[in-house]
């Protein structure tokens, strides 16, 4: 292993992720600082070859490269407060979650103290950290992500640089999130009509499979058809939802399942069909979502 390769890391927060990411370094042959608020979480890292810095301020200035993966941007701001005078010439990676803004204050206060910064995200649970196909993605000068990606890549095989804009793991974090909820809700939804019945969850879970892959494939022509703005070619109208819609309710009524999540959706495809959008693609709901309803 190269030089290169080891560069010295310092991993600030020790909590289920952060305490993942150091023991990937330290596998890895990094000399790894390590930080946590709490400092007895170090205990199994020092125990593996970690180095535990007494204080934040030691924690930064050991290394030329500080992965940060505290809860939320502002507990990360809050912990870094006292390492400000350190942070010059040193780079900060973050690989919290949290929203765009959050991002770019980060960026904007670490630049402000001569640090370099990437916005990252890490897109897997911490048991997948320094596995191949392990995906980490993250935005900012593209030389700075350069330098350091074999380094970031000891904590995930799949990295992507997705452009200059330190807050562009921030927004990819959300937009790509964003179905996870609905989509698990609509799991449930299911699982409530089938357990009803005395049917295990488990007796549904293929044919999902099968409907969430379903989904998957068509998502490459839902986002042709966004990026056109031409809701023509999918097949499946505004309208054809708006009925199944109803039906599903009516469904949800026969079997006693509570379905009052639906009724946004509903207020969604209603406002759509108003505004005569009944005969095209339901991506056309994109052009609604761009335009919020009045409070
Ligand atoms: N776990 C996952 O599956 C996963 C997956 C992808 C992304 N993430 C993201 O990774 C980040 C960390 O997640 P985690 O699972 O490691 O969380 P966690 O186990 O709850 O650990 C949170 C860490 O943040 C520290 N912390 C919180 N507030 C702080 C403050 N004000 N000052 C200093 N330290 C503070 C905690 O320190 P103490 O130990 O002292 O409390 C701890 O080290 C989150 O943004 C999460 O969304 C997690």
Redesign the pocket.
């Known amino acids: 292993m190269s030089d290169i390769e080891r560069t010295p890391v310092t991993v600030l ?6 305490r993942a990411l150091a023991e990937a370094f330290l596998a890895a042959g990094h000399p790894t600082t390590v930080w ?3 400092p007895g ?1 170090a205990a199994p890292l020092v125990a593996a070859g970690a180095t535990q810095a007494a204080d934040i301020e030691q924690a930064v200035a050991a290394s030329p490269l500080v992965v940060s ?4 941007f502002s ?1 990360t701001l ?2 870094l407060g006292p390492a400000s005078d350190v942070l010059s010439g040193r780079t900060l990676v973050t ?4 929203n765009p803004a959050g991002a770019r204050a980060m960026a904007d206060w670490a630049v402000a103290r001569g640090a370099r910064f990437l916005g990252g ?2 897109k ?3 048991a997948a950290v320094g596995k191949p196909g392990t995906l980490l993605y993250f935005g900012g000068d593209r030389a700075l992500y350069d330098e350091y990606e074999s380094t970031l890549q000891v904590l995930g095989g799949h990295t992507v640089h997705l452009g200059p804009e330190p807050d562009l793991a921030a927004l990819y974090e959300s937009a790509v999130g964003a179905t996870l909820l609905p989509a698990l809700l609509g799991f449930f939804e299911g699982a409530a009509m089938i357990t009803a019945r005395g049917i295990k969850a488990a007796d549904m879970v293929p044919y999902s499979v099968k409907w969430l892959q379903m989904i998957e494939s068509i998502l490459p022509v839902l986002a042709d058809e966004i990026d056109n703005a031409d809701y023509t070619r999918l097949g499946s109208s505004v309208g054809l939802f708006y009925e199944g819609l109803a039906n599903e309710m009516a469904n949800g009524a026969d079997a006693g399942v509570d379905l009052s999540w639906h009724r946004p959706m509903n207020e969604l495809l209603q406002r759509a069909m108003d505004a005569g959008y009944g005969q095209q693609s339901i991506t056309a709901l994109i052009e609604l979502l761009r335009t919020p309803a009045p409070a």
């Open positions: 927060g020790l909590g289920s992720m952060g946590n608020r709490t979480k993966v505290l809860t939320t507990a809050q912990a690989l919290n979650s949290g995200a890490i897997d649970v911490p």
